[in-house]
């Protein structure tokens, strides 16, 4: 686990990667936070005032930190940020779901996404710019990798959902954010240290407190950071995006990774003995290719030999990608064969796909993790 020392250096770079730029707070845990205001010559509690501001209160500018002297204030502006993304394009789908497009200040920019469904506010946030796995089906793999994003990247994504969520601006249902899924752009495990302190960010009471079990880690399944997950002590959801039921078909859909499906469902059960916390097996049916009888049966036995449950996704169609959508039917079909090798099987509703055709990407089945 990374000192508050490490964790304050890695803000610092985060900002800009110089020790003149500006620290990005939103990816400062409390105890870097506190060790930063010390060096600093101020007192240590300041820490604690200017996380409850940040994390717990939503403040956007240092100004609203009344709590705080003028001078400190002051101090604070010259030498930190709060948010550094800016709201590029929002869009909203017919079912609720909101889409933002937050650009950085190195003009990257990513996709979040606020998921309403009855009490539950679920933010699907963003890894990486771009993604170097490149799944065959996937739109996020299109344009190749980019760059991480940071601690803070993430954590603002949580923020400015949740801000969304508390704005009551029209379209807006009252509520609070419940649920975080790191299902937006990127492999999260390949972004192990930032996402990993984020997330710490988001679950810890002194931050956003949402609880370790509303919140979702999907990973194409490196088998070696789900290993170092699991000694975490972290109870956050894993799911594995499987998507193939033999390794042949897996490495036609994502050449990248040439685990065998073995490995990947050892790492899970490690996984599930380490937390207790049952593994999702992610399937995404893709007409034709992976959602065939024979399919159905292979996937059943691997399924067997792990706890696990599986979320079943018919594919949203990626303009330019060689795949199709199956139909309602084929996907309940593939279910009842599932559950009739004795698998807990859901077909999971697609969220805002009017507004996800574009990326292809951040249409969740987020609502049931
Ligand atoms: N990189 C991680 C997390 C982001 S993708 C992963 O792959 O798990 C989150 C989920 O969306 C994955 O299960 C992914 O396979 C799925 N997905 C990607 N593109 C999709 C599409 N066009 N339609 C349906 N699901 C898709
Ligand atoms: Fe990357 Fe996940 Fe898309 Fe594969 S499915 S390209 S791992 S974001």
Redesign the pocket.
């Known amino acids: 686990m990374p000192n508050a020392a490490d964790n304050a250096t890695e803000c610092r770079a985060a900002a800009g990667g110089n020790s003149a730029a500006l620290l990005h707070l939103l990816g400062c845990d409390l105890p870097a936070l506190r060790q930063w205001v010390e060096q600093h010559g101020h007192q240590r509690y300041r820490a604690d005032q200017i996380a409850e501001w940040l994390f717990a209160r939503g403040a956007d500018t240092f100004a609203a930190m009344t709590n705080l002297s003028k001078a400190l204030r002051a101090w604070l502006d010259e030498h930190a940020i709060i948010y550094r993304s800016h709201v590029a394009r929002e869009s909203q789908a017919g079912d609720g779901t909101r889409k933002l497009l937050l650009s950085w200040p190195d003009d990257t920019s990513v996709e979040t996404v606020w998921i309403p469904d009855g009490r539950r506010n679920t933010a699907c946030v963003s890894s990486?710019v771009g993604?170097?796995?490149?799944?065959r089906?996937?739109?996020?793999?299109?344009g190749g990798f980019q760059r991480n994003l940071t601690a803070g990247e993430i954590v603002e994504q949580a923020l400015r959902v949740r801000r969304l969520i508390e704005s009551g601006e029209p379209g807006s249902t009252a509520g609070r954010l419940t649920n975080v899924v790191m299902?937006?752009?990127?492999?999260p495990l390949?972004n192990y240290a930032a996402v990993i302190a984020a997330i710490r960010i988001i679950n810890a009471p002194w931050g956003l407190g949402i609880g370790a079990r509303k919140i979702t880690l999907?990973?194409?399944g490196l088998p070696k950071q789900i290993r170092r997950l699991a000694q975490e002590d972290l109870q956050i959801n894993l799911a594995l995006?499987l998507?193939a039921s033999n390794d042949e078909l897996r490495r036609t859909l994502?050449p990248?990774?040439k685990t065998p499906i073995a490995e990947l469902l050892g790492a899970c059960a490690e996984y599930f003995a380490g937390t207790g916390r049952e593994v999702t097996l992610e399937y995404?049916l893709l007409a034709g290719v992976n959602d065939q009888p024979q399919h159905a049966r292979e996937l059943g036995h691997l399924a067997r030999r792990l706890r696990c449950n599986v979320n079943l996704l018919r594919y949203n169609v990626v303009p330019g990608l060689p795949y199709d959508r199956p139909s309602s039917d084929a996907a309940f079909d593939f279910q009842r064969r599932l559950r009739a090798e004795g698998i807990n099987a859901h077909v999971r509703s697609s969220r805002g796909r009017d507004i996800d055709a574009a990326c292809g990407?951040l249409r969740r089945a987020a609502e049931h993790q």
Do not use: K, R, Y
Request: proline share 4%; aromatic share 8%; with cysteine.
């Open positions: 990486q993604c170097p796995v490149g799944c089906f996937c739109a996020s793999g299109l299902m937006g752009m990127g492999e390949a999907s990973t194409v995006s998507h994502i990248w990774d995404v990407q």
